[in-house]
């Protein structure tokens, strides 16, 4: 048995137990602001896009960029009806049928940005998909074991098989399709093991997946905490031409701000975790936990929820034990796969 066909029968064996912890959480008070967000993304006459409000309080982007002989699409959106809603709004958004598009470019190995590929190849009449060598293996060999959860959650809204993206997006080598000229930077070890920044030079947008979000809790499942604040700090160098931040996650905004932003999280919840262990004599103690979460709450109160945890404060407990991990600290929790679901 493959490993795909592996994954399979596991959905199949799991598909009878409702994930019913993570419903209830989903109407709980704690779970953080759930504005609507669904809709248009609308850059510019050549880069579009569409925002949907998926389940569990989740708010994902994907983006449309046209080219003179192609569309490039970035970024898939994680289930089938997402993905579906995204390709029916295509035609209106882009004055273009959904055959238009020549490329599809994958930013991360994380399944809300990948697994609504498929239905894309579909539209598309077999557009081929890229991501990078390490995101292609990641993705294929579910090596974070993720896709096996997100069968178990959505059955038949994914699909049973892993889409993979082939290998063809690499750090600075321009990427060409439908006319167009894409400049890939490829980071690791951030908010995902490897993230993949686009650039659209004509446009001065930059595609950040979820490098750079906006106000969206971060993620720090990597444990990289330090390296990935570093990245960010030298954002401006990599790109003194940017103006625009195209996200995975929450609006399109202006390149400084997002970024700032973004540091200004990552440092202020960096800075909270180490007064606690300071505090607490090399442990992060249950109440220092509590004190962590009113506080980075208090300091950024309408940052929503992300990597498929409908809790908004479940994902901060999550964040402390992974970046306590990352520090090779020993966490109050052991923040497996199995008790959240990533993004
Ligand atoms: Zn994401």
Same mark, same amino acid.
């Given at each position: ?11 199949? +064996? ?12 989903? =109407? ?28 569990? /309080? &989740?708010?994902?982007?994907?983006? !449309? ?5 192609? #569309?490039? +699409? ?7 009806? $997402? ?24 930013? &991360?190995? &994380? ?6 590929? %498929? ?6 009449? @077999? ?13 294929? /060999?579910?090596? &974070? ?20 993206? %082939? ?22 070890? /951030?908010?995902?093991?490897? =993230? ?14 979820? !490098?750079?979000?906006?106000?969206? #809790?971060?993620?720090?499942?990597? @444990?990289?905490?330090? /390296? ?15 103006? =625009? *931040? ?27 975790? $180490? ?7 090399? +442990?992060? #103690?249950?109440?220092? #936990? ?5 506080? *980075?709450?208090?300091? !950024? ?14 994902? *901060? ?27």
């Amino acid at each position: 048995m493959n490993r795909r066909q592996f994954v399979a029968a596991t959905a199949a +064996a799991t598909l009878a137990a409702p994930f019913v912890r993570s419903a209830a959480a989903q =109407t709980a008070g704690l779970a953080g602001p759930t504005q609507a967000t669904a809709g248009v993304i609308d850059i510019s006459e050549r880069v579009t896009g569409y925002t949907v409000d998926s389940v569990r /309080n &989740h708010s994902i982007n994907a983006y !449309f960029v046209k080219g003179p002989q192609g #569309t490039v +699409a970035i970024d898939t959106l994680w289930r089938i009806p $997402e993905a579906r809603e995204a390709l029916d709004g295509f035609p209106a958004l882009t004055g273009r049928p959904t055959e238009d598009i020549s490329a599809i470019l994958i930013t &991360h190995m &994380h399944s809300d940005h990948y697994g609504g590929l %498929e239905t894309y190849r579909a539209a598309s009449g @077999g557009a081929p998909a890229f991501a990078t060598r390490t995101v292609h293996r990641v993705i294929a /060999n579910d090596e &974070h074991g993720f896709y096996a959860n997100r069968i178990e959650d959505f059955g038949a809204d994914i699909p049973a098989n892993i889409p993979v993206p %082939e290998p063809g997006l690499a750090d600075g080598v321009p990427f060409e399709s439908g006319g167009l000229l894409i400049e890939p930077t490829v980071l690791r070890g /951030n908010e995902a093991l490897e =993230t993949t920044l686009l650039y659209l030079p004509e446009e001065r947008v930059l595609f950040t997946a979820d !490098f750079v979000n906006n106000r969206t #809790t971060p993620v720090f499942y990597q @444990g990289e905490i330090d /390296n990935w604040i570093t990245q960010l700090k030298g954002l401006r160098t990599r790109f003194p031409e940017a103006e =625009t *931040i195209a996200p995975g996650h929450g609006p399109v905004g202006d390149f400084d701000e997002l970024v700032r932003d973004e540091i200004a999280y990552l440092e202020t919840f960096r800075s909270l975790v $180490e007064d606690e262990l300071e505090r607490g004599g090399g +442990a992060v #103690t249950a109440a220092g #936990t509590q004190r962590i979460k009113d506080r *980075i709450v208090d300091a !950024f109160p309408d940052w929503r929820t992300s990597a498929g945890v409908p809790s908004r404060n479940r994902l *901060i407990e999550l964040n402390i034990d992974w970046t306590l991990r990352g520090w090779r600290i020993e966490g109050p929790g052991a923040g497996s796969p199995a008790e959240f679901r990533e993004g």
